[in-house]
């Protein structure tokens, strides 16, 4: 998207280019020589424009460093597939992926589990020494036909490889082929197996390309087109974030014809090709089937971003713009509306949070799309990192921070606690591998992947319930006993 | 589908049609189908081998779990762990990708030995396998030992591993794999002839409650014995908040690890999750090495007690007599809140004969007792506990099921209430009764983790909590004419 801010941000106070970079020496000594030439481009003190500041992505984690990383399957299941709620989603393979997997990402879904969704449940082929040996193919079909059958409201199945069934060479697309036209509902095959690629990132291309291949328009709306009609992409409903974002939509005079796929129907992600203009919330794991739409349907479509009031106003103003004026106006009028209650949540809660400096490392979109939103509440962000992000992604996060502030990639634990420790941040907000690592350290922290089982924190409903999480975290008396006095 | 295909219209699921399916999956007819499946396993209440490794390499002195395989089981156990305890679970992987399907792991491997060695300064390496090297034949013994040629790892630094195909067992045998590995690793050639150290080895199986480990300890030195936990989380995952974060911050003394042989005597927990450590005690000492169940219940705390007196030629001490008595107070005073409840349990095989045995002591019954994994054994065994009393009677054992089958149970020959992990809660939702959180996972309350259920203070807590889930039952349910002050 167009940034709104492109004035280049404003310094902060004892952050110099310079001492991030001896920071970076410092952390890199931590390695052996090998390892360190390896982690050596994935840092850089930031200086947006500079070609040689940049940070390298997207590349294999090196071995015996505490990554934070996922794997192909978890990008699959976890993000892309798992939140489509009127599908059966089976992960095939052994019973672990999917038992870990279970229920940890908070997308909420409408509907009773069990009988016409089914996200919140856990459905594997629990695979044996013997499917190992013969194969897990004939398997699979029986595992289509018994669901079909104990869930008839269930309006398709995707198979969810994991890493014995590409190893052994099943033929998953065989046999979801032939489920599919005996049992009369969509069985997509997804070869997401956790060895593929470097990170969970693979995971959601291929997921995507299995929506391109196996779903987008095989289904039609009901109702007539309308010029409104647009489709909310890569927003995965995380504490409820999918309903306030499409309540301001739908404030805006739009129709939210399709979730992709937060609270998803997959008849719906299958009509998106009829909508006049695709959002995107998360760039990464959904920018593919943007592509293909608009390579193959001429539908255009656009970033935005719903974290805190600042950027929730330019984004409205920017997808207005793609309409006419009566879209323009309410957009407008919205902010109008709002503009009063979201100033009286930074007035209560700024004067506690003004200063006070954040770490952040999380996945997709949130390293950039969540700055303005601490910004709002007065706080600084010292250092940002994707665990698995692309070129792309840091080519638009640069511009959203300060000069000489820390972008790094796939950082290893100990790289977070020396930066933490190093910068002094009130805050660190990454997943919950880092979580407890830093509250023992006496540094508080949020979850910035479940929203620490809040949310949601998208649009006006979650700015109040953000505002409210950083300031007990920070301010939370516990941290007051921290040290004992004897 | 191809393009051919007629495109078909959007259409949404009527109420009526919710109305009917939700109707029909609390039926007999529903039940049947679902018991007739034989392929798919929905909601089970067991996890993949590597899992229990972990728990059993956070358990040793300064030792970082090495997961030999994709970066994303790491991660995947790790958060498991995580979230369990609330607390942090250091673990490394090889990270290994596509290539390793053809060039095998040992690079991968080599890698990540020399930097989790440098970056993380463990004392011990306990590495373990997912499914990629599993399948693709990866060498561990050879893989480790050319990685000390290579000098990427110290000649005499300690890495023991254990192949733990996720494809094979659960949990529990990956226990049961890495603590073979680490003890025999540790301590083959570190036996003494004739030396005893006096000492009481203590295997407390795939247990995710920090509060038992404490228990067990204490218990023991109430009797006066020196007790060497294995495996021993209780600080790794309960440690304290002081400002200052430990990868390793507890864990079995390696030494004392490396002393197992020379034991007075060895005990496992788990009668049926501890057969290759068990085997490999019974082959290399001659010192006795008894299985049985947990100390859960009275019953099973007293056997306990007395094995410890017998083994030890101890007394059981007048203050832990004094435990009991209050914990038969206890239960006494309860029993009229338990007496032939019914109870839906599930979970691992020594940890449903705990359960089983402890509801028997209060008159409750263990009505629905889902095993997910278990053997023909496992469910004569756990039968005969139900034969040997009359409220087992009627109680129906239902080995290698899921929560989803248990749904249909509880539906269709219901219970008062259910006792088990976090991933029940659905089926205590659509049957509307209470679900009394306990074993592993806890994910969504606080500090249970923390509570023990073993021992005579154990039984206490045990009760405490069923009990009062029932009694705030009764309250949050009851009418206006019968909310009491007393109950």
Known sequence: MENENAAVKAPLEGIEKQATEELIDKTLELYPEKARKKRAPHMSANDPGVEGCTVKSNRKTVPGVMSARGCAYAGAKGVVWGPIRDMTHISHGPVGCGYYSWGTRRNLVEGHQGVDVFSAMQFTSDFQEKDVVYGGDKKLAKICTEVRELFPLAKGISVLSECPVGLIGDDINAVAKKSSSELGVPVVPCNCEGFRGVSQSLGHHISNDSIRDYVIGTYEFKDEPTDYDIALIGDYNIGGDAWASKKILEELGLNVKAIWTGDGQIEHIAATHQVKLNLIHCYRSMNYMAKVMEERYGIPWMEFNFFGPTKIAASLRAIAARFDQKIQDNAERIIEKYTPMMQAVVDEYRPRLEGKRALLFVGGLRPRHTIGAYEDLGLEIVGTGYEFAHNDDYDRTYEEMAKGTLIFDDASEIELETWAKEYKVDLVGSGVKEKYVFQKAGIPFRQMHSWDYSGPYHGYDGFPIFARDIDMAINSPTWGLVKAPF | ?487
Not at chain 2, 251 to 270: I, K, Y
Not at chain 2, 325 to 333: H, L, N, S
Request: charged letters at 25%; aromatic letters at 8%.
């Open chain 2, 1 to 487: 589908m191809s393009e051919t295909c007629a495109v078909k219209k959007v259409t949404e699921i009527t109420p009526e049609e919710v109305a009917r399916v939700e109707e029909w999956i609390n039926t007999e007819e529903y039940r049947e189908k679902n018991f007739a499946r034989e392929a798919v396993v929905i909601n089970p209440a067991h996890a993949c081998q590597p899992l229990g490794a972990q728990l059993v390499a956070h358990g040793f002195e300064g030792t970082l779990p090495f997961v030999h395989g994709s970066q994303g089981c790491a991660s995947y156990y790790r958060s498991a762990l995580t979230r369990h305890f609330r607390e942090p679970a250091a673990a490394v992987s090889s990270a290994m990708t596509e290539d390793g399907a053809v060039f095998g792991g040992q690079n991968n491997l080599f890698e990540g030995l020399e930097n989790a060695y440098t970056l993380y300064k463990p004392k011990m390496m306990a590495v373990f396998t997912s499914c990629m090297p599993e399948i693709i034949g990866d060498d561990l013994t050879a893989f480790i030992s050319n990685a000390r040629k290579e000098g990427l790892i110290p000649e005499d630094f300690p890495v023991p591993y254990a192949n733990t195909p996720s494809f094979n067992g659960t949990h529990i045998n990956g226990y049961d794999a890495m603590l073979k590995s680490i003890l025999s690793y540790l301590a083959t050639d570190k036996k003494v002839e004739g030396k005893d150290n006096g000492k009481l080895n203590l295997i407390p199986g795939f247990d995710c409650n920090t509060g038992n480990y404490r228990e067990y300890k204490r218990l023991c030195k109430e009797m006066g014995i020196d007790v060497t936990v294995l495996a021993d989380v209780s600080e790794s995952f309960d440690s304290p908040l002081d400002g200052t974060y430990r990868p390793y911050p507890g864990g079995t003394p390696l030494e004392e690890a490396a002393d197992v042989l020379n034991a007075h005597a060895t005990l496992s927990m788990m009668l049926h999750a501890s057969k290759e450590t068990i085997k490999w005690f019974k082959n290399e000492t001659e010192a006795p090495v008894d299985v049985m169940p947990a100390p859960i219940g009275v019953a099973n705390t007293d056997n306990f007690l007395m094995k410890l007196a017998e083994l030890f030629g101890k007394e059981v001490p007048e203050p832990l007599k004094a435990e009991r008595g209050r914990a038969v107070d206890a239960m006494t005073d309860a029993h009229q809140y338990l007496h032939n409840k019914k109870f839906a349990i599930w979970g691992d095989p020594d940890y449903l004969a705990g359960m089983i045995s402890f509801l028997l002591e209060m008159g409750a019954r263990p009505y629905h007792i889902i095993c997910s994994r278990g053997s023909k054994k496992v469910t004569k065994y756990l039968q005969a506990l139900l034969d040997a009393s009359p409220y087992g009677e009627g109680c129906h054992i239902w080995m290698n099921k899921d929560l989803w089958h248990l749904r249909s149970l509880v539906m269709t020959d219901p219970v008062d209430a259910l006792i088990g992990s976090s991933h029940g809660k659905m089926v205590a939702r659509d049957a509307n009764i209470p679900h009394i959180r306990h074993g592993f996972p806890v994910l969504d309350r606080v500090n249970l983790h923390r509570v023990p259920y073993i021992g005579y203070q154990g039984a206490i807590n045990l009760l405490t909590s069923i009990a009062n889930t029932l009694l705030e039952e009764v309250d949050r349910t009851s009418e206006d004419k019968h909310f009491e002050i007393m109950r």
